[in-house]
């Protein structure tokens, strides 16, 4: 097994062990943030714009936000560019995720607002301090997650942190005790990393033959099935697929047999029992299924006990491992890119 392991000892891991210190580093920043501008508060309609997984990012934030009663729509930035830009006016405001903040549509976005006659209330979440959205953005939340390699890790995880900030700040909350709740975050990430070669050690074992894998869930782990089923694909070159597990059943269940994987994400209290139904039923068909929960019965995908709010961003590291684990087996290098780049200049 140290054969295999050796083969991901690399860059993009290092990073993935950085990130507690990351998401610390983001909390740390959003302590001393100014308040919000009224206009990013009484704006009719909230429009939540990325790309990848900033995108995936965002559907968290679009909840909590539906939740208290905003109107908010999540809309890709390429397709709020040349499809939705009617939604872009005085009355809107626009929340902009985009790691690099130099991404070719979201640059292409920035333009599109400046040439308006009445333009959106923009606030940029980036982790780029000197990029186009950070420089343009009326309101700038900054991620210091540090560099990074290649495979969005700690900076996703550093904005799922900040956008639960962001929402508790158009919603009212206590800002103080929603940072203290937050705090929790990067000891819990450290708790499971600390034992990184154990998740993907027993994963190598339990992939070897994976031909399908499915990434499943629900309300706000639909974040963590997208942005997951994207990194594996970028990280490994091994196709995943994320959606939601109703969706699942609609379809894709008649693929169930040997070598299907479906990971799926126990989540909020409220639908757990249906995702843990459907992890049995997948079994019970001749499929192979784990639950990512606190006492799931397969320890890669235990996560540490955490208020619900936190479970985005850990729902992400059992799919970090399961990255690790397929290019183990491949004997390939996690997350170095060959054809894509870390920041997308073509549109």
């Not at 009719?44 to 939740?67: D, E, F, K």
Request: hydrophobic residues 50%; contains cysteine.
């Amino acid at each position: 097994m140290s054969l295999y392991l050796s083969v991901v000892e690399g860059a993009y891991l290092r990073d993935l062990l950085a990130q507690p210190q990351a998401v610390a580093d983001t909390l740390t920043g959003l302590r001393s943030f100014p308040p919000l501008q009224g206009r990013a508060t009484a704006s009719r309609h909230i429009v939540l714009t990325g790309i990848g997984s900033s995108l995936h990012a965002l559907y968290p934030l679009l909840l909590r936000l539906v939740r208290a009663g905003h109107t908010a729509l999540m809309i890709e930035t390429g397709e709020l560019v040349h499809a939705q830009s009617a939604l872009l006016d005085e009355r809107t405001l626009l929340v902009a995720v985009s790691q690099s903040g130099r991404s070719a549509e979201m640059v292409q976005l920035l333009d599109l607002i400046t040439e308006l006659p009445s333009r959106p209330f923009v606030v940029g979440v980036t982790n780029t301090a000197d990029s186009p959205l950070a420089l343009r953005s009326d309101a700038l939340v900054p991620l210091r997650a540090g560099p990074e390699f290649s495979v969005s890790c700690k900076t996703y995880l550093s904005t799922l942190v900040a956008l639960e900030w962001l929402g508790g700040a158009l919603c009212g909350d206590d800002l103080d005790a929603l940072i203290k709740e937050l705090d929790h975050t990067a000891p819990l990430l450290e708790d499971y990393l600390v034992r990184w070669r154990t998740h993907v050690a027993q994963l190598t074992g339990q992939l070897t033959r994976l031909r399908h894998l499915f990434l499943l869930g629900r309300g706000p782990s639909l974040a963590a099935a997208g942005t997951g089923a994207l990194i594996i694909k970028e990280s490994t070159r091994f196709h995943a697929e994320g959606m939601s597990s109703p969706a699942f059943r609609h379809g894709p269940l008649e693929m169930v047999g040997l070598g299907l994987f479906a990971v799926v994400f126990a989540g909020a209290p409220a639908t757990a029992a249906l995702n843990e139904t459907l992890v049995r039923d997948i079994r019970a068909a001749g499929g192979c299924a784990a639950l990512v929960s606190a006492d799931s019965d397969l320890s890669p995908f235990r996560l540490p006990a955490a208020p619900t709010r936190l479970l985005p961003v850990l729902e992400m590291l059992p799919v970090q491992m399961i990255s690790l684990a397929l290019a183990a087996i491949a004997g390939r290098e996690p997350g170095r890119f060959e054809r894509a780049s870390k920041i997308t200049v073509v549109a």
